[in-house]
């Protein structure tokens, strides 16, 4: 059967807006204003917000509950690391297909059934563990199933930010929802730590989904526009194909996806060598690694909390490549201060690290979400998160290269690309630079 026309008009010049409005008719740039929280006073953002805050928190508390049990009952960095990795995998495979589904049935819908996923797997986990009757094979199979989980349901969170907020807003709102994930990453490992005291482990699971349901019933409050009709007869393979043509024949969104992907592999591993630095470079041991953590998401709140005030700021594009090119010299300049044995020099500049990545990756999904038509928002925005997909391979290529030439000058070889990789982009495609 004839793939039927695309019913997506590519916009070459005047990006299809959020909810329905185009670019010609936002309101004019008035350049830095702050404006840190103006996306909250849109009733919906707050409950999507609010939702993100508490499942970015409970994601943290579980990965860290995860390593802990893990550890704990094989006592083998093999299956530790497995653990951590096979999280990721499911958006590299279903993630596609969840942005098909966000696109063809109803949003609210989708993230409240995912978010019953999520919340119901951890009271059996918590179960098993509680009642003694865990085992290894039952936390691989948890971590899929809410891997899978996890691969559906942010990518309609993601695109419900689209949905929710006018086009004027939307940069403040992608800005704060990176503020929320990396707020939690600074605390949450640390009251995860202190829940598992408490609690246990098998506790700490049936905290978690208490907490899930409180995030449901966010979702459950929430008011969203209905999607565009999809045409009748088109299968889900052809409205992937549709998504992936679309990215593909748009010049400046193609190179967007691209900024988001090739980092994931060479810039974002040094975090997977942390305790490499802390161990045999920094000599700092477990406490010293949790500083460094913290040193990183500390920057990268800052990063976003400052995109966010940020909101008509201009020159988006000379942000993203000048950004980029900041994040891979601040990874240089971390990995040969780290080599002097300095603690404090090494955690500032990881928190320079963080805030300049963040920057980077909140300015480059702003620049993508202001282009995606909404009838492609869920397709285009699991595109993109296959970022998180690819992160498991990048930790991957960090650990063997640094096992040849230690994770020092690995780091060094992950921020020279990323210089690179800017000078690349601004050579060969000047016009992003002015990009707003």
Known sequence: MATPPSTVTPPPTQATGVAGASAAQAPPKRGWRLEVFSSLRHRDYRYLWIGTVCSSAGMWIQQVTLGWLVYDMTGSSVLLGAVNGIRALPFLFTGPFAGVTADRVDRKKLMLYTQLVLTVTPFI???????????????????????????????????????????????????????????TRIVGPAVGGLLILVFTAGGNFIVQGLAYMGVAFMIWRMHVPPNPPVPQGVSVLQSLREGARWVIQEPTVRVLMALAWVPAVFGMPYHSLMPIFAEDVLHVGPVGLGLLLAATGVGAFAGAMGVASANRAENRGRVLLISLACW???????????KTGS??????????????????????????????????????????????????????????LAHWIGAPDTVTVMGAMCVVLAGIVARLLPSLRRVE
């Open 343 to 400: 603690m404090p020099l090494s955690m500032l500049s990881l928190v320079i690290t963080g805030l300049v990545q963040q920057t980077y990756m909140a300015t480059n999904q702003t620049l993508l979400q202001i282009r995606i038509p909404n009838e492609l928002r869920g397709r285009v925005m699991s595109l993109y998160m296959l970022n998180m997909g690819l992160q498991p391979l990048g930790a991957f290529f960090g650990g063997v």
């Open 125 to 183: 986990m918590g179960v098993l563990v509680l009642s003694g009757q865990a085992e290894v094979w039952h936390v691989f199979v948890f971590t899929i199933l809410t891997g899978i989980g996890w691969s559906f349901n942010q990518p309609v969170r993601q695109a419900l930010v689209g949905s929710v907020v006018p086009r004027q807003d939307l940069p403040n709102a992608i800005a704060l929802n990176s503020a929320a994930f990396n707020l």
């Open 328 to 338: 891979g010299a601040t990874l240089v300049g971390f990995s040969q201060i780290s």
